[in-house]
């Protein structure tokens, strides 16, 4: 799938080109998705990304939300079928996937999806939900970092849902949250995966 030395979390990955497409079937949406070889996702939709797009509460109506690794755009396509009204920031660092998911999202109609790396997403933005499979295998420091940065941009009441699997730390990344501040529970689970749900409350505690 990947060249050696090339990951689907390089900025370019080296990984010789070779597209094809993969259909995302939810109950609601049937979705086609050009994939490519370096990125995630190539040969199908990852069984996690589909159970938290099975079991995810509904994204808010309006506002911002974040796809944080959008890959192909499987998550962030289904948020902007869900909230047409709602504009989707679909991030990645990977430009080859940035690529692929903003051609998905033009092949399908949705015009609310903004693919973009992810310091190119406005600093004053706030995001009422963010939907993610993150890239774990990038590392425990990379990966606390992203999501510190990503969830301290949760607006007041905003929701964030992580899917990972357990044999990837999904109960102590569980525990680090709620560690970090970010209420965090286990909201469901099937063949080895969870789904984190993390709420910001409507308004912050006063600082003692």
């Not at 963010?130 to 999501?147: D, E, Q």
Request: glycine share 8%; charged share 20%; with cysteine.
């Amino acid at each position: 799938m990947t060249a050696p030395g090339s990951h689907y979390f390089d900025e370019d990955p080296t990984t010789e080109s070779a597209p094809r497409v993969v259909m995302l079937l939810l109950p609601d949406l049937q979705v086609a998705l050009t994939t490519d070889r370096g990125v995630f996702g190539y040969d199908r939709i990852d069984a996690g990304t589909k159970f938290l797009l099975l079991k995810a509460p509904a994204p808010t109506e309006r506002g911002h939300l974040l796809d944080i690794g959008c890959g192909t755009g499987a998550i962030a396509l289904t948020m902007a079928a869900r909230a047409p009204d709602a504009t989707v920031w679909a991030v990645d660092v990977n430009e080859r996937a940035r690529d692929l998911c903003r051609g998905n999202a033009e092949r399908n109609g949705l015009a609310n999806v903004r693919v973009c790396a992810p310091d190119d997403v406005p600093d004053d933005l706030r995001f009422a939900t963010i939907w993610s499979n993150p890239a774990i295998r990038i590392g425990k420091p990379a990966l606390h970092a992203m999501l510190l940065r990503w969830f301290a941009r949760l607006s007041p009441g905003g929701e964030a849902v992580l899917v990972v699997h357990k044999h990837l730390g999904s109960d102590s990344l569980l525990t680090w949250l709620n560690g970090q501040g970010h209420r965090t529970q286990r909201l469901a689970t099937t063949g080895g995966y969870r789904l984190l749900h993390t709420v910001r409350p409507a308004a912050d505690p006063p600082r003692p």
